[in-house]
């Protein structure tokens, strides 16, 4: 019985009934195998292999260096998840919020055994200023404040983007969640390179609150 995709089982082979071909009916039948790179026709009992490359008979076998559910195995995409790279937060209490990775954990650890990653983000971004207000006003307004946090990557979208935003690692990191003391410490050091940066005028976008 063919399924949705026009794929039969037979005794551990997966056959695909193809439609007349030149006045004959064939059937193609895949196997699992890792002896070849390439997908190729072998010869089976009954089948004849023409001088085109063609094959006249009934039965034809294709092997395959991977598959999976009926499909070749697609090429693992690129690494662009680094530390710099400027990100959007999907999910939790700092949704919209724009950060920039501090780690990042490809492959996962013991306690949190999925891809994700240490951030340092914007909670609140300094409000706009003019050239009228004092400079106690100015000040004021200029003010951030900062999150740390540790995301899994589908709960951040990354951007073509990236800050060099130099973070002191030994006191933003991971253990920092195990210590409230070492969380708030954190905190003031992304807040306070934050605020340098900011009034740097470098990175205007960066500092922008998202519009959405």
């Known amino acids: 019985m063919l ?7 037979h005794s551990g082979n997966v056959g695909v009934t193809l439609p007349r071909w030149r006045g004959i009916f064939i059937e193609i039948y895949a196997r699992p195998s890792s002896s070849s790179t390439h ?30 559910g009926g499909h070749r195995a697609r090429p693992k995409m ?23 990775i501090v780690k990042n954990i490809d492959d996962g650890t013991s306690d949190r055994p999925y891809s994700h990653a240490l951030v340092a983000g914007i909670d609140r971004y300094p409000r706009k200023v003019t050239a009228t ?20 990557y589908n709960h951040l979208m990354p951007t073509r983007y990236s800050v060099d935003i ?28 934050f605020e340098e940066r900011y009034k740097t ?8 609150k998202l519009r959405f």
């Open 3 to 9: 399924g949705s995709n026009g794929v039969e089982s």
């Open 39 to 68: 997908c190729s026709l072998l010869p089976e009992e009954g089948v004849t292999t023409l001088e085109d490359g063609g094959v006249k008979g009934d039965r034809a076998c294709i092997y395959f260096l991977s598959f999976q």
């Open 78 to 100: 690129g690494k662009f998840m680094k530390p710099g790279k400027v990100v959007l937060v999907l999910a939790g209490r700092y949704s919209g919020r724009k950060a920039v």
């Open 133 to 152: 207000m004092g400079k106690k006003k100015i000040a004021k307004r200029s003010k951030i404040k900062a999150f740390v946090k540790v995301c899994n």
């Open 166 to 193: 130099p973070l002191d690692k030994t006191i933003v990191n991971k253990d920092v969640f195990r210590d409230p003391a070492l969380k708030r410490k954190a905190r003031r050091e992304a807040k306070v390179k």
């Open 201 to 208: 005028g470098k990175n205007k976008w960066f500092f922008q």
